[in-house]
């Protein structure tokens, strides 16, 4: 018998919960990062947490989704209260960033997409990117902040609460 899944997601418009587990993964001084199709933007691989799955259950099965590939859980950097703005919503993100290894690696390119794969609708995008502050800004990588993290990652797990382009109520 196999039980509904359900992501964790609260669609109010104009305001919007998510909680969201993505993993850092690097190779030859780069980050890989994911890009839907038709967005702007990029984002590091990982996705929504389902109703009860915890987080590591949920990076673990986003990587075999995305990337068709097992993963090493190295360990978890940051937990995030991240608010922003998205499209017509006032976003509200609880995020867990893990520290990853791919057991098979990816193909390596500086510039060129390395994999895709059709999520739902949508066709993701994988590239590396250098491993540096510039980068974010370059690619226009999100969640910004992590920018301040990406060469001098923490030792210890970090909280954090992030106003991303925001002013604080």
Do not use: C
């Not at 039980?3 to 964790?8: L, P, T, V």
Request: no cysteine; net charge negative; charged share 25%.
């Amino acid at each position: 018998m196999t039980s509904e899944r359900h992501m964790i997601r609260l669609d109010k418009k104009p305001q919007l919960f998510s909680f969201r587990v993505a993993g850092l993964i690097f190779q030859e001084g780069h980050v890989l990062v994911q890009q839907g199709a038709g967005d702007r933007y990029w984002a590091f691989p990982g996705g929504r947490a389902e109703i009860g799955e915890s987080t590591e259950e949920t990076i673990i099965r986003e990587m075999r989704e995305e990337l068709d590939r097992e993963v090493g859980i190295d360990r978890l950097l940051l937990t995030v209260e991240n608010f922003f703005s998205f499209d017509d919503y006032r976003a509200h993100e609880l995020g867990f960033y893990y520290l990853l290894t791919l057991k098979t690696p990816l193909p390596f390119h500086r510039q060129e997409i390395v994999h895709r794969v059709i999520d739902g609708p949508t066709e993701v995008l994988f590239r590396w990117v250098p491993a540096h502050a510039d980068s974010f800004a370059m690619h226009d990588i999100r969640p910004a902040f992590l920018a301040n993290y990406i060469t001098r990652l923490p030792e210890r797990v970090e909280h954090l609460i992030v106003h991303e382009g925001q002013s604080r109520p």
